[in-house]
Nanobody, 123 residues
């Protein structure tokens, strides 16, 4: 069992930056690939980014590539999502999740989820 808690959401203007964090407890954090997903009102949850257990492999959705960076600090049981040059379409609830599958993009393959943190990009 892994418990995940996200933090760092908020309101930011277009072009601004936010850094989300997700802290894990329970099972061994370093055993899991970690991912970030987001869900906007009226839309399905979508993959944003994933990072391997070693941290040397990452994967991004095309919509965030070049603007977002996922990283992990195993010593702190934490995964981060640095979001730069934010756009209105980035507004969503952001979730972190844990999986035993390498760089998984499909939500159902993630066994553990956080409660989500709201990111609102305003004009």
């Amino acid at each position: 069992q892994v418990q995940l808690v996200e933090s760092g959401g908020g309101v930011v203007q277009v072009g601004g930056s936010l850094r989300l964090s997700c802290t894990a407890s329970g099972d061994t954090f370093s055993n899991y690939d970690m991912g970030w997903f987001r869900q906007a009102p009226g839309k399905e949850r979508e993959f944003v980014a994933a990072i391997s257990t070693s941290g040397d492999m990452t994967l991004y959705a095309d919509s965030v590539k070049g603007r977002y960076t996922i990283s992990r600090e195993d010593a702190k049981n934490t995964v981060h999502l640095q979001m730069n040059n934010l756009k209105l379409d980035d507004t969503a609830v952001y979730y972190c999740a844990a999986t035993l599958t390498l760089l998984e993009t499909v939500a159902v393959e993630y066994a553990y989820w956080g409660q989500g943190t709201q990111v609102t990009v305003s004009s």
